[in-house]
């Protein structure tokens, strides 16, 4: 079945940086991605396992994302279908064929930079990826430059994101209690191949306009019975 680990619990799985302090910390929901044509296996798969489909939710959004509850734990389960739908639309469709059992290191990292408002749990687990993964233009065990530069040369507005993030990133560091030379190296060779990609007439366009139009959305927050 094509369904791959985002989020967190990823990182965890992908970076033994995140698994001692100061990177470590508490994993709540779980975030999955899997392919349109496995939705109905996907669905058998949690029920059986126990979860309660969030039968609404799925019915309005199941061509994009679903939701499945474990009410006595307070936690969810989020499967994201065929994109990654936050800020920003990422198309991981043929994304999903890669060894083991999570997404690769790039989309990872991509997950965390392309949220708007990211907060201090995201930028820590972006320092474990980058500390942990060499970037190179290829997905074995790598963050994809290429891959990465080519996405954010298609579009701005996932460009200008990404360098927010990066910027909130280069503050957050001085505060972590370990080395983060290595990340930061790590970080400016992929901000070198994304300012070197080739951008599209449409995308200078976009950048002049700029930060003069909305360039992001913002994910629909959905109210679970056990939130009060």
Partial sequence: MALRLLGGAAVWLHSESARRPPLRRRYGDIDFVASSRQRAQVHRLFVALGYQAESRFNTLNGDRRLLYLDLPNARQVDVFVDQMRMCHVIDLRRRLAVEGPCVSPADLLLSKLQIYEINQKDLVDVVALLTDHHVADLDDDAINVGYIARLAAREWGLYRT????????????????????LAQQRLSDLWRAIEAQPKSLRWKLRARVGDRLPWYELPEEVRLPYQT
Wanted: net charge negative; glycine share 0%.
């Fill in 162 to 181: 990404v360098r927010l993030n990066t910027e909130r990133l280069h503050a957050a560091m001085p505060d972590l209690e370990m080395d983060t030379t």
